[in-house]
């Protein structure tokens, strides 16, 4: 927890992360742990925002994800890039990424947008119609990759 400590997470964090290694849990669930207080009890709205505003930024950052789509009790769970954010302030290798988009897929990410601008200009041009072919089935043959790749992301933040 030292570690932890000295790492990006303030101290509310620290606890939520604590609470949600053990398993998935709501937010009220969430203040019943960690403040000791029930719906209904003094401080429980205010402590009740805290930990919704800290999961709402650990949620931006890809450290939290709710698969509960409607209602207002969803679960939250810790997310790959979280345990791989964990172990590694531990020094432990997981293998894991540690950013939400690895260096290969802002590659292909970047030369799908640039086949694509190719193609639009080449397309204007009725010099090169060979070109312009070829770099509009080079720009759908890596947006597929780059679909792909984006999904699998997603996966794993989630």
Do not use: H, W
Request: aromatic share 6%; hydrophobic share 50%; with cysteine.
């Amino acid at each position: 927890m030292k570690e932890l400590a000295k790492s990006e997470l303030n101290l509310l964090q620290i606890e939520i992360v604590e609470e949600l290694l053990s398993g998935r849990r709501t937010i009220a669930e969430l203040v019943e742990a960690i403040y000791s207080l029930r719906r209904g009890e003094a401080g429980y709205g205010t402590q009740y925002s805290r930990v919704r505003r800290e999961i709402l930024r650990m949620e931006s950052e890809g450290l939290v994800v709710s698969k509960g789509l409607f209602g207002r009790q969803r679960p939250y769970a810790l997310t790959q890039l979280a345990v791989a954010k964990l172990t590694s302030i531990q020094g432990v290798e997981t293998g894991l990424c540690l950013s939400v988009f690895p260096r290969i897929d802002l590659a292909v990410y970047g030369v799908v947008l640039a086949l694509g601008a190719a193609a639009v200009v080449l397309a204007g041009k009725e010099t090169a119609p060979v070109l312009s072919m070829l770099a509009t089935l080079l720009f759908v043959f890596t947006a597929g990759i780059a679909v792909t790749r984006f999904i699998q992301t997603l996966r794993r933040v989630t």
